[in-house]
């Protein structure tokens, strides 16, 4: 048995979308994906988003479409604010700011900020000798696993609407954080919570795609001039819709989430049932237990899986990921070993 | 009957590419490009170049290859040469410029640049007040279906070297050029003569996906950071991957491109044995007629295309695009829905 | 005799700016244009401008301005259109589209733009493949010493307002132009019909600076945070609100271009004496004859003045440029030699 | 008496500067900085650098310089890295973002940085998903009073040759550092250890302008283009050439930033003496006492300074700065009264 859980894009599609594809492959459709199967994809979105207001662009990833978005939304002398483990941060070498913009870091252990930092950078960014914050950048699941409630980012709306600020979550892995939060969270809260945001496709059963709901009408304006100068206007663009067609049918978006956090909190049961901790508090797909050097070693000889951090001498938390295409068998063997070198 | 030769991106893309992602489908692969897929179908790409220090990368479509290219490339004070009719000024929606860089327009009207226009515009450029001419970014075929052949690129070539200029092709529909030029032209020409030129895949049968040949290490240093700044770097990369892994194999990629070729020229052959004149002087998959105006109301009944240009009172140029998927009983009915309203 | 007929920027300042300097030297006052002198100066400019809604703001030089305003004036996808001589398409090393933006070129052989070009522009770029023209650039007078009338103004402000368009004039040389037209075009009028100008000081007396006027609140938001990013807020900003306070008071900045350009004039009534013709039909302190070379040999021995253009075999347009302090003596001796080397 | 100690730039320019100015005024010279007088100006300062490579541009602000040093040295993903009180990072609305680079910031209590950070930050940058850091940054003095050491920049120095970093110092109040420094370092040592510096003018007597200093050949190809691009080609450049003439002649440069260094001092000893402690240790032009706050409001009355932080219940940091204009009495009078309210 040798199973990776590096991440959840080490594999295709779920095979519905391969279907699909195979299906709609000989049929003549419009470019740019202005044809009738994104169509029919985004109508299918904006019935869960009870938003009329609400509008769906599809998009190829997620650096791209954080870009593309912050890029449109703000002015020149505007900035973001993430939290200092934000994607758009660390990880996307540096696409926000070659689009002219400073993302602006708050501090954060747990991968998420709150009402009262928000409001903290606003005061401190008080002249025209400074960046004008504009923007509030969340990941949801955060890019540690952890997730936002509707409670708490109901609280970052709030404070935006007093500070003046838009709202946008970056939801590349949307689906396990709502499979995650049960209910608590729904796509049509955030339909009315947030200015934008996006439902992750490329890490939740997509080949590849990323569907942008924009919530405001002045910031949908022109939005497609962005896109195309982006790069991110793809001219097969129902690529794209085909799959966002069939993630939106029947539930498989959510149902493809459930599977893979079913897993990853499998692992985390078995995990700390043998004493081991945790990095962070994660109840996604993606847990970062914390383990003795010796057995991470053992583990990589049969298993793939990134080292994140050591956390102190002799111990390393490493980042485990599930996704929709994970056998149960790779999880219960991972378990195995585990147990088998119980330490 | 009805059928669109609106463009070549209308169909999805050839069957082997669909088998090829289906096959693949479960396998685990790392992320980001650094798969054995990607590196397998580089190296059947760099086995028709010829040149050991050419490199392949893969991108997501045109404009954002054009913009990744030309922004790593040049300096901030640097610019572009283009024809007026070229894809990067008029259709890229000011990507380049949104990168910081100037395009330089050269007026031409078979959409081809020359070696003399080329150098006047070095020699207008003499000073700090005006940007410095950097790079010759031409289209093989040109967006109006011309092509330029191995000797109209070397003198290219040869007057870039002399102005110091790089030389970089466009192939959005390479293919269709090398079919059309029977041999004239090869990618190990293009490897041999150019800084950099991309073989596109996603107007030759692939679903999305151009891959991108960079022919000096100097240029190919750190271009990995630029893509992903671009949002060009697909977290499953191996989906383009796997397509030019098929397209390279067995010689599909020129095979598709000549099924498009010989039935664009079999309804171009047709409409000149009726008598009928074109804007330009196009052997590839993209031809364009001068048709009466009543014609082209007769057969926009039963078949889709754009209307490029009015060209003379009473008549217009259309435009009429081939694919790997058009089927030749579609262009026998053009054929002969264009006979029987002779005119 | 010996004299510079290259610019109006050879000399220093007026005297009286070097005055008032010396007067305001030991004072304190508030840093980045935040001062009384600014101030002051602001309120003599807008005493002229007898538009509530305009504002002032004080820059260096005219390229500064230039890609300040637009770049804060236009979101990413949206172009600049201007006539092909213009200076910031030509003369500014790009540092329009260093800030994310193209400017669309029109055809001009004198230098202006029409009503009809603008719209025909605006016609051209339909849809999200290619930018959306938002500002229209204009140069009064233009780089070629031509002049826009009152009514030409009107008539661009009438299609700007049809199209959407934002109008803006970089008055680099404007006193030279409200001189020449005597009364026609006041500032008062720039104010009424254009979204924003700049009155040139560095080319009309002053040893630096520009003053932008902006005449629409929504295009004023924020506009010192644009300033400040882009370098333009001088930390000693008085120094050139010292000067515009002194080109502003007794009629100082007009006088001043009255003698330039009644100098110039001079210079080109007797050429035109001479039997010489013009490049172009400038009423401003830039003249352009067209002169036989040997005349141009002998007389680049004596004063100085760039070659322009050659214009027929023998013949060569070259630039004559007068300034606020250029002597009479010297465009006396330059018209002796002209008649004394006539051919 | 009332005086305001806000900063170094409430004055006009030292008198030495307006003399020359008035002299040079009706002579008339190239523009763009390439005349006699800014050669001569650069031909002195160099005598100082003692470095064949090194050559002397004139610009406008320090903001300006920063922006086009930092945005022509480096590749789009490439990024600079600086203290976290860096005005480069804090106090520039995001110029270097503007113009599409991330500054990396590093912790700092002092306003300085060490060796042991730079090469951590480079660690933590190991892949194409980050920003590839290339630009160290540093401020001397810095923004809050602080010097390096020639030994502390020749530390950098070496690191940054081991990380493949460039070295770029900030020089806005650099006049204050040599003179604090007594000797310890000198603008020979500067040239010799940094890629990049600038010696700063607008807060050094003069009454515009910054002489930015490049010590490689490489880094100095094209930069008249970057500074044309930017805004920072001024048309009368010799504006700067005079001022920075007469301060690099009789050592008035150094002089100017002694006079402002010992006032500033005077002040700060009778403050310890009055046993009150200070938020850095800074032997330069500004300093940052903590006071008592209805000391703070009493001193307000007579004279002006900036709040800087509030430090403790009931106290809070103010900063004083001193210039080439400040009289001693004003000094003297401060004491008193800092005396005469004794707490």
Chains 1, 2, 3, 4 share one sequence.
């Not at 029919?40 to 769906?56: C, G, M, Q």
């Not at 405001?216 to 001219?235: I, N, V, W």
């Not at 939106?248 to 989430?257: H, I, M, Q, S």
Request: proline fraction near 3%; glycine fraction near 8%; aromatic fraction near 8%.
């Amino acid at each position: 048995m040798s199973y990776s859980f590096k991440n959840d894009y080490s594999e295709g599609a779920h095979p519905s979308i391969l279907e699909a594809m195979t299906l709609e492959n000989g049929i003549q459709r419009d470019g740019y994906g202005e044809d009738a199967v994104c169509n029919r994809a985004a109508e299918k979105i904006k019935k869960f988003l009870d938003n009329p207001e609400s509008e769906v662009f599809f998009l190829s990833g997620g650096t791209q479409t954080n870009l593309t978005v912050i890029s449109a939304f703000l002015r020149p002398h505007e900035a973001a604010i993430a939290a200092e483990t934000g994607h758009v941060l660390v990880h996307e070498t540096g696409a926000i700011e070659a689009t002219g913009h400073k993302v602006v870091a708050i501090p954060s252990g747990d991968g998420k900020i709150t009402a009262e930092q928000i409001h903290k950078v606003v005061l401190q960014h008080e002249d025209e000798h400074m960046v004008k914050p504009k923007l509030v950048y969340i990941s949801n699941p955060t890019e540690i696993g952890t997730v936002y409630t509707r409670e708490e980012i109901l609280a970052l709306k709030t404070q935006c609407a007093l500070d003046q600020l838009l709202l946008y979550v970056d939801g590349a892995r949307l689906g396990s954080a709502l499979a995650a939060l049960e209910g608590n969270l729904t796509l049509a809260d955030l339909s009315e919570l947030t200015d934008a945001f996006y439902i992750g496709g490329t890490k939740n059963g997509a080949w590849i795609g990323e569907a942008l709901v924009i919530n405001r009408e002045s910031l949908q304006e022109d939005f497609r001039y962005h896109m195309k100068q982006k790069g991110a206007l793809l001219a097969k663009g129902r690529l794209i819709g085909i799959q966002f067609d069939v993630l939106f049918t029947d539930g498989l978006y959510v149902e493809v989430a459930k599977h893979a956090n079913r897993l990853a909190q499998k692992m985390r049961k078995a995990l700390a049932e043998e004493g081991y901790e945790f990095l962070t508090d994660s109840p996604t797909n993606q847990i970062f237990p914390i383990l003795p050097v010796p057995l991470i070693q053992t583990l990589s000889k049969d298993f793939g899986f990134f080292k994140w951090a050591e956390t102190a001498p002799g111990f390393a938390a490493i980042r485990l990921v599930t996704s929709w295409a994970t056998p149960e068998s790779a999880v219960d063997a991972f378990i195995e070993a585990v147990k088998k070198n119980r330490q």
